[in-house]
């Protein structure tokens, strides 16, 4: 029993030791495509997604996440809807792809972005894709946009995988973009009552190329984006493994690393436990925690996500509303109705100078006027409405 007991004891310490090693060693960042609307890796679409949604805050964006021949059968409503697929190879059938070219007819849009594309798609749309070299990583590579509002600006970028369209049908076919040597990579198709966009480089979307290489190039694509509600293609990503098969619980724990080491953690348990026999001496006493305090973090990311953004006009509005949502709920005074009696009657509940109030009512309008701020304005701004907190609470 002895003998038993001590060679349970080795198990448990290695299997310790395994679970440290595992989890202290330094996680390798994940430099694979991902091109998820909810993945921060360096390619995944995190931030742009982020931006249309801040750009567009008026339109619907939604996520999918099933298979795309049932996505596209949707009930027709009268808003016009863009699909976005972003990811490295469109693969999809002739089925899909017709699905796809029904929903563009009907007065919809459908964004493609991608370093290649199924032959299916390509011969329905017309359309001949020629894949390029990838460029070596001191390599610049330079897109235009044709759009007069863009032709001045080159947007540059170090090194990307991507291809070029060599034919298409030009009677409906417009050219939104190309490479500085003229080679076409960003093209709009006519079809019906909709438009299909077709681009080469889904890089430039991605979290990293944003906020390190080129932010203005994928920004200045939204101006095609305008009046559509949109919807997020999430299913056919690089990452995702049940897009070619059938969803099953053990392939999804085998293909992450963790799951699939917690997977044979269990199975070691439970066969030393049918070995020894192992029993229960006494009944465990449960180990309560208290509550841990997560808010300070959670302001510092969310802070920093914007901080990153450089969205200085955005947060100063976001600081308005706060402080509109806080006078209310503790006065019943809606700020937002720009009534100078609600004004004079907040200065005199709270016993306040109205000459500040009015500045922060007169800041907001000359703020929301503005295209954007700097972040001197901001500060200044956002110090105004701290000074009115500190009156009012003192």
């Known amino acids: 029993m002895r003998k038993n007991i001590i060679i349970i004891l080795i198990i448990i310490a290695l299997i310790a030791l ?23 890796k360096p390619y995944g679409c995190y931030v742009y997604a982020d931006m249309i949604k801040h750009k567009f805050p008026d339109k619907q964006f939604r996520l999918i996440n099933n298979n795309l021949y049932d996505s596209y059968q949707v009930e027709m409503t009268e808003k016009s809807v863009m699909y976005f697929h972003i990811t ?3 693969d999809i059938d002739s ?13 919809n849009a459908v964004f493609i972005s991608a370093q290649s594309f199924s032959p299916h798609f390509l011969k329905i749309t017309g359309v001949k894709f020629k894949p390029l070299l990838p460029y070596a990583e001191k390599t610049q590579m330079v897109f235009e946009l044709t759009n007069p509002v863009f032709a001045r600006k080159p947007y540059n970028y170090k090194k990307l995988f991507l291809g070029i369209f060599s034919s298409f049908d030009s009677s409906r076919t417009t050219i939104l973009g190309r490479l500085k040597n003229g080679q076409v990579n960003f093209i709009r198709i006519k079809l019906g009552k909709g438009i299909l966009f077709l681009h080469t480089a889904p890089e430039v979307f991605t979290n990293y190329n944003i906020l390190n290489e080129n932010k203005d190039y994928p920004m200045d694509i939204m101006a095609y984006f305008r009046g559509y509600d949109f919807v997020w293609d999430d299913y056919l990503k690089p990452g995702n493994i049940f897009k070619h098969g059938a969803p099953s619980p053990l392939r999804y724990i085998l293909s992450n690393p963790a799951l699939k080491m917690a997977y044979y953690i ?12 192992a029993k229960r001496k006494q009944r465990i006493i449960p180990v309560i925690q208290p509550p841990v305090n997560n808010t300070l973090e959670f302001v510092s990311t969310i802070s920093a996500l914007y901080q990153s ?5 955005y947060m100063a509005q976001l600081k308005f509303k706060h402080f509109c ?50 972040s001197k304005e901001l500060i200044r701004y956002a110090q105004q409405i701290d000074k009115m907190y500190s009156l009012i609470n003192r």
């Open 18 to 40: 395994l679970i440290a090693f595992e989890t202290l060693r330094p996680r390798p960042v994940d430099w694979s495509f991902d091109f998820r609307s909810t993945s921060k």
């Open 88 to 90: 490295d190879h469109f």
């Open 95 to 107: 089925l899909i792809a017709m699905r796809i070219i029904n929903h563009v007819g009907k007065g």
């Open 266 to 277: 269990l199975i070691s348990g439970l066969l030393i436990f049918i070995i020894f026999n």
């Open 309 to 313: 953004t450089d969205d200085h006009k």
């Open 325 to 374: 949502e806080y006078i209310f709920f503790h006065f019943h005074i809606n700020l937002t109705s720009d009534d100078e009696r609600e004004i004079a009657l907040l200065a005199e509940k709270t016993g306040t100078n109205i000459n500040l109030l009015a500045e922060i009512i007169t800041g907001i309008k000359i703020i929301n006027n503005k295209r954007k701020i700097s």
